[in-house]
């Protein structure tokens, strides 16, 4: 049986909301795959979001390369699946930055339950979504979680 992995996107979510979605499934490690892991929302930058889960008894890890570039997160802004698809298909999940930051999320997620992070509430608008489809092949089944 595979392993499962998780995704959340905090659009709409506060930190609490975010902390008991990722408690109520039993994930240990949040994996921020934003390519920049700044926000305006109160708790949701990198430094403010890591203490606030390691406070909770959750992990942190920073998987930058496996972000969306700037191109990409217009498409997705624009709800352009196939723009979005091909930008972060090709310029990042088969760049050399991207397959090492893809094995990497392939070992963390192999020991701990991990869940995949970023803003963008619906998966299907997210590159959290390609990233599910190029871990499946490996033994992962995708939950999506939204608090």
């Known amino acids: 049986m595979g392993k499962t992995l998780f995704t959340i996107g ?12 990722l408690r109520a499934a039993d994930v240990a490690v949040l994996a921020d795959v934003r390519a920049v892991a700044n926000s305006r929302k ?14 909770a ?16 997160r217009e498409a997705a802004r624009a709800d352009d699946a196939a723009l979005l698809r091909k930008i972060y298909c090709e310029d990042v999940l088969e760049s050399a930055d991207g397959i090492a930051a893809l ?15 970023c803003f963008e509430r619906d998966p ?21 979680l939204f608090g």
Do not use: I, N, Q, W
């Not at 299907?124 to 999506?144: K, Q």
């Open 10 to 21: 905090y659009e709409g979510l506060d930190p609490e909301r975010l902390t008991a979605a």
């Open 42 to 55: 109160r708790g949701f930058s990198k430094g403010a979001l890591k203490a606030g889960l390691e406070d």
């Open 57 to 72: 008894g959750l992990g942190y890890t920073h998987l930058r390369a496996l972000g969306t570039p700037k191109a990409g």
């Open 103 to 117: 094995d990497e999320l392939v070992t963390l997620a192999g020991r701990a339950a991990t869940c995949l992070f």
């Open 124 to 144: 299907a608008r997210c590159h959290r979504r390609l990233l599910a489809e190029r871990l499946a092949p490996r033994g992962f089944m995708v939950t999506d």
